[in-house]
């Protein structure tokens, strides 16, 4: 197994402050429109929308299937894991080739 390496992490205040530094725009307004955008996201899939964005891809809510689980401590007890809905990002073509997918599944 490979060394691990602790990722980065980039909050949504690190984000807002890299965007007014770069783009020279004000805390407060960076704020709110990256605000607005999330939540008009979150409003839309809940509302069953499918978000595509070029290049970048494509956000939908699909439903997983009930399957059926195992508890590691009671291998013979099978678990029912109900259906759900879950949010879903397929990536598009520039961000498949900005973070280079295709290598990381064959490592």
């Given at each position: 197994?490979?060394?691990?390496?602790?990722?980065?992490?980039?909050?949504?205040?690190?984000?807002?402050?890299?965007?007014?530094?770069?783009?020279?725009?004000?805390?407060?307004?960076?704020?709110?429109?990256?605000?607005?955008?999330?939540?008009?996201?979150?409003?839309?899939?809940?509302?069953?929308?499918?978000?595509?964005?070029?290049?970048?891809?494509?956000?939908?809510?699909?439903?997983?299937?009930?399957?059926?689980?195992?508890?590691?401590?009671?291998?013979?007890?099978?678990?029912?894991?109900?259906?759900?809905?879950?949010?879903?990002?397929?990536?598009?073509?520039?961000?498949?080739?900005?973070?280079?997918?295709?290598?990381?599944?064959l490592s």
């Amino acid at each position: 197994m490979g060394s691990m390496v602790k990722k980065k992490t980039i909050t949504k205040k690190k984000l807002i402050s890299l965007i007014s530094q770069e783009k020279s725009i004000s805390l407060h307004d960076v704020r709110h429109v990256i605000q607005a955008f999330l939540d008009k996201m979150a409003d839309s899939l809940a509302e069953g929308h499918r978000l595509e964005f070029r290049d970048f891809g494509v956000f939908e809510v699909v439903e997983r299937k009930q399957k059926i689980g195992r508890n590691p401590k009671r291998a013979d007890e099978p678990i029912i894991i109900p259906a759900r809905k879950v949010a879903k990002w397929t990536p598009g073509k520039k961000m498949r080739t900005l973070i280079d997918i295709d290598s990381c599944i064959l490592s």
